[in-house]
């Protein structure tokens, strides 16, 4: 129950993503930070080189002489939504491997994280858009992205044995 609630509050938390995160993640997308996902766990990689897979070609797709910044942000959702996907998937594997103390850890700093995220991020709907192409989408992907990434770590952890 207590995981319930605390993805339901992290997917509610993503105010600019949500619509795509509720209209699903991208079969698509998906596939590809998967197929990465897999590549870096065969060799115990961290998992940073899959971050911008998705949204990295979008936003160059839309950059040229009309260089469009929803067009950017929009891309930057559609890999937000598949990390964010990822999170709450690990915060059950972590769940699973039934360590209270790290349980009440996760869950306690879920609550803060995404609000945390989105104060910081916000700061980038401020600056030249061309300097973070995706402005405060770009930022909450990065950020969850390396969140889903921890977790995952975590998940296989406690589930070793």
């Given at each position: 129950?207590?995981?319930?609630?605390?993805?339901?509050?992290?997917?509610?938390?993503?105010?600019?993503?949500?619509?795509?995160?509720?209209?699903g993640t991208a079969p698509a997308d998906l596939?590809?930070?998967?197929?990465?996902?897999?590549?870096?766990?065969k060799v115990g990689d961290f998992g940073g080189a899959c971050v911008g897979l998705v949204?990295?070609?979008?936003?160059?797709?839309?950059?040229?002489?009309?260089d469009d910044?929803?067009?950017w942000k929009a891309c930057a959702a559609r890999e937000l939504a598949v990390w964010t996907q990822k999170t709450s998937e690990a915060l059950k594997k972590?769940?699973?491997?039934?360590?209270?103390?790290v349980i009440k850890a996760t869950n306690d700093s879920q609550k803060t994280f995404a609000a945390s995220r989105d104060r910081f991020c916000v700061v980038f709907n401020k600056v030249e858009p061309g300097m973070y192409k995706g402005d405060?989408?770009?930022?909450?992907?990065?950020?969850?992205?390396?969140?889903?990434?921890?977790?995952?770590?975590?998940?296989?952890?406690?589930n070793e044995h």
């Open positions: 129950m207590k995981l319930k609630l605390a993805a339901a509050m992290f997917a509610a938390s993503l105010p600019l993503a949500s619509m795509a995160f509720a209209q596939a590809v930070i998967d197929a990465c996902l897999k590549k870096v766990e949204a990295d070609p979008c936003i160059k797709a839309a950059d040229g002489a009309n910044v929803a067009k972590v769940q699973a491997g039934g360590f209270a103390d405060a989408n770009y930022c909450r992907l990065r950020e969850t992205a390396n969140r889903a990434l921890s977790l995952i770590k975590l998940g296989a952890a406690v």
